[in-house]
């Protein structure tokens, strides 16, 4: 017997099916007299409620609403309670806007911090992201709010990004790209969950019944319902058959009627549509049966906001302990993000911010003396002398520069992945002025990702905010002035140079299989393991004291140890637990993060932690067995501040588990760091399967599933004409570091995803008519599409009599 039993039989086969799509860009389908719709808003920082024309690429605008910091900010906290304040607060945001469902958090790995959306996503780790996300999801679920993990799964880069296959070995798959959504999903209960754009070694994660039906709902216990992303829809039936519930944005007639006709046919059998409609049912339900909303404070969510930034920053830097500022210190800040801030990412996060801060205009709450201001340079491009010379100036002035560079907006978006590690050369330019100077540099770094940092000897402190969303500013001042002690740690490594992240030079792939060729060795994973040298190692904060770990003792429940605080002030440590096997025969990073604790201690204070095992600390996924496995015996169970540098290591020995088979003379290159020199045939005999083969250069006939950047192969003059246009209009915008997400998501957008994006416009056929038209048939296809686009008006005006 199915939950809404009752309703269910009060349904005609054309309503169930109808309700297998949105109506519109952010709402369920409504049955008339029936069933009312709930309302889905982005995003995973802030709400983005659309109450004009919507758009799933942040362009038209929203309702006013706090922004929180990003994903990748928050990370740095290392604290899940603090995704769950903000996670809290957006949620009761969203029940002041009714929203009833929040599509967020985000929690890709950042494979490769150059990934357009690293700064949405929290980590290179897959056991920090997962514990940071079920923080949050539990925190926006608490008063009734649907939260929607996203999204499910390998889905590492931008370019190509509905139009791209990750191809990935078993056990990267699992432990490094599943165990993050496990873990949120496990922990974290979400109601909903989001399906991701790619397909995985294959198969379109919406059609996946591995991923979305055996894994997701069996393996993980979710008891939720599953949304594609906006557009992720490809064969609606293969979706409902897998396990996918709603395919957003709305489709239209068209779409229920595929599934009408597969019921009819015996292709998709009633009972798997009950069984989808009843998941979906029931989540809808509940969240228009939930009470009414507390009360509301704009005060409040901004302190929610400005505690969750000043947690989350991070100290890199402290040369003669300049930090904190003295009282009454003379400064001069300097940097155009100083006014304006930067602090959030581009896209579907997009927030209409209510209360944004500037370090400039909130540097009079704090005890410092600002002796002038400067923009110093633009915010992106190359250096103006008469700006360079105006903040040179201000040195005679103060007694230290605040300056605060970093990412620009145009560096960081979803539909667009970094073309390198740099900040803009203008702001580079600046800090070499400064210097010269000989005053002190106190640098406040913005942006959501991994940079390069190749004048860092030019600064004296660096303090890194990521994107500390509308009160960042006051946060910054905070840690500047000593209010705070500074007790973020990076969620991600900061490599030396690009060249050294693992196929930097493959990423993002430019053809339609992406190969994973690093394997598990992803961030840390690789550098630890490969002795490469990085400017930060994950897990890097400083502190304005210091701390000493002793004590320490291993029993079957976890790690024990004292943590003494040897500094002159209270601080807030963050001990990492990190497991490695260093006899083993299998492929294993030399260390994984398995745990951590924080605690706070004041001057001289020791306190005794305890970081437990968990299911997660000694498994490993067995390719061959097609299963999670412990590996028994000896074990090296290191504490450290960060993953370089390991304080104490104790052993352990598992009794439980097996011996693996695997040869310890296997996959060589990946066991001795030498990752750059494994080829495509090296990664084939991890992968256990032949590579799929991507489409050599040339005209061909196009496909259904290629994206719109592929008609310059088109055989038509017209479709490689439209592909050049579009080509050209994009790199227009970059040229003028304003990228057009509109442009780029078209041109990464497949011929199908026309049908998907714009609800009845435009049908299937019409689509394959414009298709037909792309491969060379001008005049028929014209026809064709003038015939289909009648029939297709006929349908859709007799769709209105089942909508609410
Ligand atoms: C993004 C999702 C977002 C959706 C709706 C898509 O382009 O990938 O993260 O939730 O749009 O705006």
Not at 102 to 125: H, M, Q, W
Not at 660 to 675: A, C, F, V
Not at 722 to 733: F, P
Request: glycine share 8%; net charge negative; hydrophobic share 35%.
């Amino acid at each position: 017997m199915l939950k809404n039993q009752k309703l269910l039989e009060q349904l005609t086969l054309k309503e169930k099916a109808l309700l297998m799509a949105g109506q519109g860009e952010w709402q369920t389908r409504a049955i008339k007299g029936k069933l009312k719709s709930i309302f889905l808003s982005d995003g995973p920082f802030g709400l983005r409620k659309q109450s004009g024309a919507g758009d799933h690429l942040g362009l038209n605008g929203s309702e006013p609403a706090t922004c929180f910091p990003s994903s990748a900010t928050l990370a740095n906290s290392w604290d899940p309670a603090v995704g769950r304040a903000v996670g809290r607060a957006l949620g009761r945001e969203a029940r002041r806007l009714e929203v009833d469902q929040v599509l967020g958090p985000a929690l890709n790995i950042k494979r490769n911090p150059r990934g357009g959306r690293s700064f949405e996503y929290f980590s290179e780790d897959p056991y920090l992201a997962g514990k940071m996300a079920a923080g949050m999801i539990q925190g926006l679920q608490e008063n009734g709010t649907i939260a929607t993990p996203k999204h499910l799964a390998v889905n590492s880069q931008e370019t190509r990004r509905m139009a791209s296959n990750s191809v990935v070995d078993q056990r990267a798959l699992h432990e490094i790209y599943l165990t993050n959504f496990e873990i949120a999903v496990k922990e974290g209960k979400p109601k909903s969950i989001m399906s991701s754009y790619n397909e995985i070694n294959g198969s379109y994660a919406n059609e996946s019944k591995w991923l979305l039906t055996d894994t997701l709902r069996k393996d993980w216990g979710f008891d939720g319902y599953v949304v594609t992303d906006w557009g992720g829809d490809n064969d609606h039936v293969s979706g409902i058959k897998a396990g996918s519930n709603l395919a957003m944005p709305g489709l239209g007639v068209n779409a229920a009627e595929e599934v009408v006709q597969a019921v009819e046919k015996g292709e998709l059998s009633e009972e798997v549509l009950n069984q989808r409609v009843d998941e979906l049912l029931t989540v809808i339900l509940e969240a228009q049966a939930k009470p009414a909303a507390g009360n509301f404070s704009w005060e409040e969510q901004h302190a929610v906001a400005r505690d969750a930034a000043k947690k989350s920053l991070v100290l890199l830097k402290n040369k003669d302990q300049i930090l904190p500022l003295a009282k009454g210190t003379k400064v001069a800040l300097v940097g155009d993000f100083a006014k304006n801030p930067r602090y959030q990412g581009a896209g579907s996060s997009l927030i209409n911010s209510r209360d944004l801060e500037s370090l400039l205009a909130t540097a009079k709450d704090y005890p410092i003396d600002l002796v002038g201001y400067a923009q110093g340079c633009p915010r992106q491009g190359e250096a103006k002398p008469e700006l360079l010379k105006e903040a040179m100036s201000l040195a005679d002035k103060c007694d230290v520069y605040v300056v605060n560079v970093g990412l620009d907006e145009s560096a960081e978006s979803e539909g667009l992945d970094r073309p390198n590690l740099s900040i803009p050369p203008c702001q580079a330019d600046l800090l070499e002025a400064l210097a010269k100077t000989g005053k002190p540099i106190v640098l406040v770094l913005s942006g959501g990702a991994a940079i390069e940092l190749p004048w860092e000897g030019k600064v004296n402190a660096i303090v890194h905010e990521y994107l500390g969303g509308e009160a960042g500013a006051s946060a910054v001042w905070e840690v500047l002035t000593g209010k705070y002690n500074p007790s973020g740690r990076l969620a991600e490594s900061y490599p030396l140079t690009e060249t050294d992240i693992p196929f930097d030079n493959e990423f993002p792939a430019e053809k339609h299989n992406a190969y994973y060729k690093e394997s598990i060795f992803v961030g840390y994973r690789y550098y630890e393991t490969a002795g490469v040298k990085v400017k930060y190692p994950f897990g890097y904060g400083l502190s304005y004291t210091t701390f000493a770990y002793s004590n320490l003792e291993i029993d079957d429940q976890g790690a024990s140890l004292d943590v003494t605080n040897t500094g002159q002030v209270a601080g807030k440590e963050t001990v990492q637990l990190y497991i490695g096997k260093e006899d083993s025969p299998l492929l294993r990073p030399k260390r994984e993060l398995k745990g951590w604790a924080q605690v706070d201690l004041e001057p001289g204070e020791t306190k005794r932690i305890k970081i437990p095992f968990d299911e997660y600390s000694f498994r490993y996924f067995d390719q061959s067995l097609e299963t999670w496995q412990e590996e028994k015996g000896h074990y090296q169970i290191m504490l450290g501040r960060n993953v370089a540098d390991v304080v104490l290591t104790g052993e352990y020995d598992l009794k439980r588990g097996i011996v693996p088979k695997e040869s310890s003379s296997s996959y060589g290159k990946y066991r001795e760091g030498k990752l750059l020199l494994v080829t495509d045939q090296d990664f084939a005999d991890l992968y256990g399967a032949k590579l799929p083969k991507n489409l050599p250069a040339g005209r061909r006939e196009l496909e259904w599933n290629d994206p719109l950047r592929e008609m310059a192969n088109a055989k038509s003059w017209l479709g490689r004409a439209v592909a050049k246009w579009l080509a050209n209009k994009i790199q227009q915008s970059l040229d003028e570091s304003k990228p057009d997400l509109n442009f780029l998501f078209n041109y990464n957008m497949p011929f199908r995803a026309m049908t998907k994006m714009m609800g009845d416009m435009i049908s299937r056929p019409m689509a394959e008519d414009i298709l037909f038209i792309v491969n060379g048939h001008f005049w028929r296809g014209t026809g064709r599409l003038i015939r289909d686009y009648f029939q297709n008006n006929r349908k859709v005006k007799n769709d209105k009599d089942v909508q609410e």
